[in-house]
């Protein structure tokens, strides 16, 4: 069992930056590959990064590359997604999420079973 625990969202205005950290505990963080997901109003939940368990490879959504970067820092148990020149359509609520996917990393959400409790993230324009 693994409990993932967010922070850092909020409201900021279009061009502006945001870090979310997604705090993990409970059993050896490096152990799993991290998504983050994000869902918009009446929309489904979409992958916007992944990130392997040494943090050597990793995905981004074509809406996000160049502009968001995950890192990840297993000491602290602790994966990072940071948000540079966000758009208002990046407003949404924003989840990571834990795999034990045998791969490098996954984006397909059936293969995560842990998952934060969400943090919003509203970009005005």
């Known amino acids: 069992q693994v409990q993932l625990v967010e922070s850092g969202g909020g409201l900021v205005q279009a061009g502006g930056s945001l870090r979310l950290s997604c705090a993990a505990s409970?059993?050896?963080?490096?152990?799993?590959?991290m998504g983050w997901f994000r869902q918009a109003p009446g929309k489904e939940r979409d992958i916007v990064a992944a990130?392997?368990?040494?943090?050597?490879?990793?995905y981004y959504a074509d809406s996000v590359k160049g502009r968001f970067t995950t890192s990840r820092d297993n000491a602290k148990n602790t994966v990072y997604l940071q948000m540079n020149n966000l758009k208002a359509e990046d407003t949404a609520v924003y989840y990571c999420?834990?795999?034990?996917?045998?791969?490098?990393?996954?984006?397909?959400?059936?293969?995560?079973?842990?998952w934060g409790q969400g943090s919003q993230v509203t970009v005005s324009s």
């Open positions: 999420a834990a795999s034990r996917y045998g791969g490098g990393y996954t984006i397909a959400p059936s293969q995560y079973a842990y």
């Open positions: 409970g059993r050896t963080f490096s152990n799993y590959v």
């Open positions: 990130i392997s368990r040494s943090g050597g490879s990793t």
